[in-house]
């Protein structure tokens, strides 16, 4: 377990507790691009309702992005970038292994231009230990260390690690509708 995830809930008697305390069910240590962990925590479809269905959303595969008003909330650690240079780095067996992590997101990444990718969301985002690289269109880079937080709407972009250290950064995708 890499990432604690704590659900609460109330029980029959309207009284709080505790329904899970533990890894997500979906969290995954990646084999073929060595320290990069996806954890998706906890996704919506819609609009949540209460009281809590008793229901663990990530006890079934699907997708992480959501429709508008959906959401999804996520903690990834990003390896350093010569992870991927390393010449026994393989794309071939890593690309498969990011789609079974990251279903719905790992389909928007362009294939020419490797880690860059637009997704249909507002994203909130906070960097909880290490530095990242955010590049967006035309090369631009905003570096950003632990306790700054962003605010995506719908941009294309892509992560970046240049340090020697591992990044993680937790997110709420939530789904966005268009004007």
């Not at 995830?5 to 507790?17: D, E, F, L, P």
């Not at 390896?79 to 990251?102: C, I, K, N, T």
């Not at 490797?114 to 955010?134: A, E, F, Q």
């Amino acid at each position: 377990m890499t990432f604690r995830r704590v659900v609460t809930a109330k029980n029959a008697a309207g009284k709080s507790v505790v329904v899970s305390d533990g890894a997500s069910p979906r969290e995954m240590v990646l084999k073929h691009t060595p320290g990069f962990i996806s954890a998706p925590i906890w996704t919506t479809a819609g609009v949540p309702s209460l009281p809590h269905d008793g229901k663990d959303p990530m006890a079934s595969d699907g997708t992480l992005l959501q429709p508008a008003g959906g959401s999804t909330f996520l903690i990834v650690t990003f390896p350093p970038d010569a992870v991927m240079m390393s010449p026994d780095f393989r794309p071939d067996l890593a690309g498969p292994e990011h789609a079974a992590a990251a279903p719905g997101i790992a389909e928007t990444f362009e294939m020419d231009n490797p880690g860059m990718h637009t997704t249909p969301t507002v994203d909130y985002g906070i960097v909880l230990s290490g530095k990242i690289t955010l590049e967006l269109d035309d090369g631009l880079t905003v570096n950003l260390s632990a306790g700054d937080s962003l605010v995506q709407h719908g941009v294309r972009h892509a992560w970046r690690n240049p340090n020697s250290e591992p990044a993680t950064v937790a997110f709420v995708l939530i789904g966005a509708g268009t004007r």
